[in-house]
């Protein structure tokens, strides 16, 4: 069964510092990798996706993630933080037998100190 | 272009009644999903839908229940609440059905609450 993980619940950073969010995953073939955000009392925007290619992919508001398949990760990654990036966060896998269906992980509250 | 809408944004049930939830998918858009969220199991999908048809289903049980409409807007129903209905009722609309890179668009949910 496919799955995804957030080792972390919440990650706390000072901003202008890099930040990671961590996601490791399991599922049988190639991963369809997603990194989604969450604002309070909003719903999920999409920031990045790992389809294939590079492993290197750059999304929204400067984030990115490494697809690392070795090591069945896909940490979110942003040179330096803003306060405005504290939010929850949400790594998932796409369910391959079921429609465009998403695996979540818990999810990791990201919380950027000024 | 107008994004995924959901209302109401709040509801406040009793047990044992039944709630409908609305959504509006971004125009175009053909397919419409369903998550429940709660702080104990996060996100876990209900059902998709796409053409007005019910293409999968999460392990939820037959309590739950939608459909979708020729103009692509979709309802869920929750029938014989229990507490642990409570949760935010997240709608998503994607252009594509079964198109494995497709991202989500995501409403803003609504909140049900089940005293």
């Known amino acids: 069964a496919q799955s995804v993980a957030q080792p972390e619940d919440q990650v706390n950073v000072a901003e202008g510092n890099p930040l990671t969010v961590k996601c490791t995953y399991s599922?049988?073939?190639?991963?369809?990798l997603f990194w989604y955000v969450q604002y309070p009392n909003r719903g999920l925007q999409f920031l990045l996706k790992?389809?294939?290619?590079?492993?290197l992919v750059k999304g929204s508001y400067g984030f990115e993630a490494e697809f690392n398949k070795s090591q069945t990760s896909f940490h979110l990654k942003k040179p330096s933080a803003l306060v405005s990036d504290s939010a929850l966060y949400f790594c998932a896998v796409r369910d391959f037998q079921a429609g465009t269906a998403l695996i979540f992980g818990k999810g990791t509250t990201l919380s950027v100190s000024s | 272009k107008a994004g995924v809408t959901q209302t109401p944004r709040y509801l406040i049930k009793t047990r044992g009644q039944q709630v409908t939830l609305s959504c509006s998918p971004i125009s175009g858009h053909r397919s419409v999903s369903w998550y429940q969220q709660t702080p104990g199991q996060g996100l876990q999908f209900l059902f998709e839908?796409?053409?007005?048809?019910?293409?999968n289903k999460g392990n939820f049980p037959g309590r739950f229940s939608g459909r979708q409409f020729s103009n692509s807007r979709s309802e869920m129903n929750v029938s014989t609440l229990e507490l642990g209905d409570s949760a935010l009722y997240l709608c998503?609309?994607?252009?594509?059905?079964?198109?494995?890179?497709?991202?989500?668009?995501f409403g803003s949910g609504t909140q049900l609450s089940v005293l």
């Open positions: 998503a609309s994607s252009s594509k059905q079964g198109a494995q890179g497709e991202k989500l668009f």
């Open positions: 599922v049988s073939g190639n991963p369809y």
């Open positions: 790992y389809i294939t290619g590079d492993n």
């Open positions: 839908y796409f053409s007005e048809t019910q293409r």
